[in-house]
């Protein structure tokens, strides 16, 4: 059985890698697009429900266009589903990505310009030139030189990462310092750092790393899952996870999350994976 959040397939339209697996009116190679706003959500049908996001500068393989939506797929973990077609433009190659929680695009090389719009921690931009201390991108705006980092470069400690969202409102599908959800950190966390994940806790626990015994001793990176949440160790005791119940990203003892989340929310743990090396 296909899992519909990463088969590029809606019954009228599907990817033509599916051609002979799925049943759709037409295959077609769609179209990469490329965000053009600070974000914009990825939801289950024209209008649905959000079940992720996409930033500035992320491709987006459009495959059909209708009444304002473009069905398709993510290029950074393959999830499938709609996105606000005015929010896609045509795809640039990006060179940069930021890497502060957070960063204003200004219009001119001055901290003291009234900055247009803020972009977030992952965006990608294609630098174009280098003026006191900022970086001009292809909109024409300047972002502080110390806000990008190459396209290829990456950190090595995903808690590290993670611990940059700590505060963040709690956001289902979210994927931002606007918001963002258990899984959603995880993911940003670890691509990041150079480790593929897929976008959902399930898809996670699948996925990544391998199986620690009950009872083994824990360490930061290890990744804690629940049906439905995911956290993360930042030492042997405290678990760094966005959630519902303080709504937002923050510390919690791991065993004061157990007892909480097996009496309210998720039930018992179901995996503790430790991850490989970052790539």
Same mark, same amino acid.
């Given at each position: 059985?296909?899992?519909?959040?990463?088969?590029?397939?809606?019954?009228?339209?599907?990817?033509?890698?599916?051609?002979?697996?799925?049943?759709?009116?037409?295959?077609?190679?769609?179209?990469?697009?490329?965000?053009?706003?600070?974000?914009?959500?990825?939801?289950?049908?024209?209008?649905?429900?959000?079940?992720?996001?996409?930033?500035?500068?992320?491709?987006?393989?459009?495959?059909?266009?209708?009444?304002?939506?473009?069905?398709?797929?993510?290029?950074?973990?393959?999830?499938?589903?709609?996105?606000?077609?005015?929010?896609?433009?045509?795809?640039?190659?990006?060179?940069?990505?930021?890497?502060?929680?957070?960063?204003?695009?200004?219009?001119?090389?001055?901290?003291?310009?009234?900055?247009?719009? &803020?972009?977030?921690?992952?965006? +990608?931009?294609?630098? @174009?030139?280098? $003026?006191? /201390?900022? !970086?001009?991108?292809?909109? %024409? =705006?300047?972002?502080?030189?110390?806000?990008?980092?190459?396209?290829?470069?990456?950190?090595?400690?995903?808690?590290?990462?993670?611990?940059?969202?700590?505060?963040?409102?709690?956001?289902?599908?979210?994927?931002?310092?606007?918001?963002?959800?258990?899984?959603?950190?995880?993911?940003?966390?670890?691509?990041?750092?150079?480790?593929?994940?897929?976008?959902?806790?399930?898809?996670?626990? &699948?996925?990544?790393?391998?199986? +620690?015994?009950?009872? @083994?001793?824990? $360490?930061? /990176?290890? !990744?804690?899952?629940?049906? %439905? =949440?995911?956290?993360?160790?930042?030492?042997?005791?405290?678990?760094?996870?966005?959630?519902?119940?303080?709504?937002?990203?923050?510390?919690?003892?791991?065993?004061?999350?157990?007892?909480?989340?097996?009496?309210?929310?998720?039930?018992?743990?179901?995996?503790?994976?430790?991850?490989?090396?970052?790539?």
């Amino acid at each position: 059985m296909t899992d519909p959040r990463t088969t590029p397939a809606n019954g009228r339209v599907a990817h033509v890698s599916l051609e002979g697996q799925v049943e759709a009116e037409r295959f077609v190679k769609g179209r990469w697009m490329m965000v053009q706003q600070p974000m914009v959500n990825i939801t289950d049908a024209p209008r649905g429900n959000r079940v992720s996001q996409l930033l500035f500068g992320e491709r987006f393989l459009a495959l059909e266009t209708t009444d304002g939506f473009s069905f398709g797929m993510t290029a950074r973990d393959g999830y499938v589903g709609y996105v606000l077609s005015g929010a896609l433009t045509g795809a640039e190659d990006a060179t940069h990505w930021v890497v502060s929680p957070a960063t204003h695009l200004y219009p001119k090389p001055d901290i003291k310009e009234p900055p247009d719009v &803020a972009l977030f921690f992952g965006s +990608l931009v294609r630098v @174009a030139g280098e $003026r006191d /201390g900022f !970086l001009r991108i292809h909109t %024409g =705006h300047h972002v502080p030189a110390r806000h990008l980092m190459p396209i290829g470069a990456r950190f090595s400690d995903p808690v590290g990462i993670a611990d940059l969202f700590l505060g963040t409102p709690y956001l289902w599908g979210g994927t931002s310092r606007w918001g963002i959800d258990c899984s959603g950190l995880v993911q940003t966390a670890l691509i990041a750092c150079g480790i593929a994940c897929p976008r959902d806790s399930d898809q996670q626990a &699948a996925a990544l790393g391998s199986h +620690l015994p009950e009872g @083994a001793n824990l $360490r930061r /990176g290890d !990744l804690v899952f629940w049906r %439905g =949440h995911v956290g993360m160790m930042s030492n042997d005791h405290m678990l760094l996870h966005a959630n519902a119940h303080h709504m937002a990203v923050a510390y919690e003892p791991l065993a004061d999350a157990v007892d909480r989340i097996a009496a309210r929310e998720f039930g018992k743990i179901t995996a503790i994976k430790r991850l490989g090396q970052a790539g």
